[in-house]
């Protein structure tokens, strides 16, 4: 029980990564395009690192103390500790490291949107699992994020992604496509439990009747002979009429 609950909050803690990283790529899309291009550019390149490096420390802080409260060093496999430590470090580089960093914000901002397609696609394999046929819409979202991603990583050149139009609607899409993703993973996941109660339900109605079909028919089975017994019995008959 505690393992399932265990996998419930992690899956909650990477729910919660997504939402905000999808929210976050949103809201910049949309500040370029509705504001000074030149103000939203240089908050970007100048708090983004430092915001990002504050991320990964609180996040591998989460991972180190979960590990010591929920006893996870009893579990060979688990490298929750390990995990923890690596996020520090690199929450640490970032912030000390901030004017060298901010010179790849560009291809940051094309990784995060990468691993958003990445999760797109992961969603749509497992809606395709669920038999939901949202789970063609989800591929082709994570396939135009990934490829999009990969192609602005690429081919855009860094330092002039806050003042180019169309960055800023890549942002606004790629947020818009992993929020509706994200819902629709919701809804089939919705459908698919109730199926899935609606289907235990029917077995279990079925199953008394199933049960008294069985006793039923028992009754009138005939009784298994025990001919090897009765054989034997014979045998052991004849044999005693020539015993002394």
Request: glycine share 6%; net charge negative.
């Given at each position: 029980?505690a393992?399932?609950s265990?996998?419930?909050?992690?899956?909650?803690?990477?729910?919660?990564?997504?939402?905000?990283?999808?929210?976050?790529?949103?809201?910049?899309?949309?500040?370029?395009?509705?504001?000074?291009?030149?103000?939203?550019?240089?908050l970007?390149y100048?708090?983004?690192?430092?915001?990002?490096?504050?991320?990964?420390?609180?996040?591998?802080a989460?991972?180190?103390?979960k590990y010591?409260?929920?006893?996870?060093?009893?579990?060979?496999?688990?490298?929750?500790f390990?995990?923890?430590?690596?996020?520090v470090?690199?929450?640490a580089?970032?912030?000390f490291q901030?004017n060298?960093i901010?010179?790849?914000?560009?291809?940051?901002?094309?990784?995060i949107g990468?691993v958003?397609?990445?999760?797109?696609l992961?969603?749509?394999?497992?809606?395709?699992?669920?038999q939901?046929?949202?789970?063609?819409?989800s591929?082709?979202f994570g396939l135009v994020?990934?490829t999009?991603?990969?192609?602005?990583l690429?081919?855009t050149?860094?330092?002039?992604?806050?003042?180019?139009?169309y960055?800023?609607?890549?942002?606004?899409?790629?947020?818009?496509?992993?929020?509706?993703?994200?819902?629709l993973m919701?809804?089939g996941?919705?459908?698919?439990?109730?199926?899935?109660?609606r289907?235990?339900?029917?077995?279990?109605e079925?199953?008394p009747?199933?049960?008294?079909?069985a006793?039923?028919?028992?009754i009138?089975e005939?009784?298994p002979?025990?001919?090897?017994?009765?054989?034997?019995?014979?045998?052991?008959?004849?044999d005693?009429?020539?015993?002394d």
């Amino acid at each position: 029980m505690a393992r399932n609950s265990e996998e419930i909050k992690d899956s909650k803690v990477a729910l919660v990564a997504h939402i905000v990283a999808s929210l976050i790529y949103l809201a910049l899309g949309i500040c370029f395009v509705v504001l000074d291009a030149n103000l939203v550019s240089n908050l970007v390149y100048s708090y983004s690192v430092l915001a990002v490096g504050i991320f990964f420390i609180c996040f591998g802080a989460w991972y180190m103390i979960k590990y010591f409260f929920n006893h996870e060093y009893i579990k060979i496999s688990n490298y929750g500790f390990t995990m923890g430590v690596i996020l520090v470090v690199i929450g640490a580089l970032f912030i000390f490291q901030a004017n060298t960093i901010s010179g790849y914000i560009d291809a940051l901002i094309c990784l995060i949107g990468l691993v958003l397609g990445a999760v797109m696609l992961q969603q749509s394999f497992a809606l395709f699992h669920m038999q939901r046929g949202t789970c063609f819409v989800s591929l082709f979202f994570g396939l135009v994020s990934v490829t999009a991603s990969v192609v602005f990583l690429l081919f855009t050149p860094w330092k002039d992604f806050g003042y180019i139009f169309y960055c800023w609607v890549y942002m606004i899409v790629i947020g818009g496509l992993s929020l509706f993703s994200l819902l629709l993973m919701a809804i089939g996941l919705h459908d698919y439990k109730k199926d899935s109660d609606r289907n235990y339900s029917r077995n279990m109605e079925d199953a008394p009747s199933t049960a008294k079909k069985a006793v039923d028919d028992s009754i009138f089975e005939d009784e298994p002979q025990d001919y090897f017994s009765d054989s034997y019995k014979t045998e052991q008959s004849s044999d005693s009429l020539f015993e002394d």
